[in-house]
T-cell receptor, first 112, second 118 residues
Framework: SQQGEEDPQALSIQEGENATMNCSYKTSINNLQWYRQNSGRGLVHLILIRSNEREKHSGRLRVTLDTSKKSSSLLITASRAADTASYFCATESGGSNYKLTFGKGTLLTVNP | GAVVSQHPSRVICKSGTSVKIECRSLDFQATTMFWYRQFPKQSLMLMATSNEGSKATYEQGVEKDKFLINHASLTLSTLTVTSAHPEDSSFYIC??????????????FGPGTRLTVL
């Protein structure tokens, strides 16, 4: 079953603007990861934030995690047309029964 | 990062035939491999988890007799879609979790295989 729910499902912005995508989940997690997928292609790992972390940065990406609200956000600053892709959050849970469960994704379109 | 390959990248087959997809971890040993299915404009759905040398664990609703998974070595897992039908047409993505070394417990994804059943 799907663990994460992203919103919005689709987001269209102009180049240079910031894009914020949110993810909510239901059960306890070890960590939460964000991935990018270009149309018809494989996944690209963007960033991992552990359950004891609240914020993490990587280049133009900023991820926050609020375990009390069971939610995370991905912020892409100064967006570029090349950022156009689907973005998925994935929650890692379990110990011996490890599993990575993906959310439904946000389709981001950055218009030049 | 580590590399996971899939072969073939694209396959078209007739209804009723079986199709085998290979997933290899190229530069690390994967104690666990995962198979996901993704329908158009949807998310990845975990189909099964396989550990080297043991039977795969299938998610609820996934037919184990239809989707045969073999994880024969620490670098190779195969998914065979038996008696494929048009509704099996999908994007299949494998993932490998490193079992040791500096990549321990990291999960890496293959580029996916597009299956079209006519």
């Amino acid at each position: 079953s799907q663990q994460g729910e992203e919103d919005p499902q689709a987001l269209s912005i102009q180049e240079g603007e910031n894009a914020t995508m949110n993810c909510s989940y239901k059960t306890s997690i070890n960590n939460l990861q964000w991935y990018r997928q270009n149309s018809g292609r494989g996944l690209v790992h963007l960033i991992l934030i552990r359950s004891n972390e609240r914020e993490k940065h990587s280049g133009r990406l900023r991820v926050t995690l609020d375990t009390s609200k069971k939610s995370s956000s991905l912020l892409i600053t100064a967006s570029r047309a090349a950022d156009t892709a689907s973005y998925f959050c994935a929650t890692e849970s379990g110990g011996s029964n490890y599993k990575l469960t993906f959310g439904k994704g946000t389709l981001l379109t950055v218009n030049p | 990062g580590a590399v996971v390959s899939q072969h073939p990248s694209r396959v078209i087959c007739k209804s009723g035939t079986s199709v085998k997809i290979e997933c290899r971890s190229l530069d690390f040993q994967a104690t666990t491999m995962f198979w996901y299915r993704q329908f158009p404009k949807q998310s990845l759905m975990l189909m099964a988890t396989s550990n080297e040398g043991s039977k795969a664990t299938y998610e609820q609703g996934v037919e184990k007799d239809k989707f045969l998974i073999n994880h024969a070595s620490l670098t190779l897992s195969t998914l065979t879609v038996t008696s494929a039908h048009p509704e099996d047409s999908s994007f299949y993505i494998c993932s490998a979790r490193a079992g040791q070394g500096g990549l321990y417990n990291e999960q890496f994804f293959g580029p996916g295989t597009r299956l079209t059943v006519l």
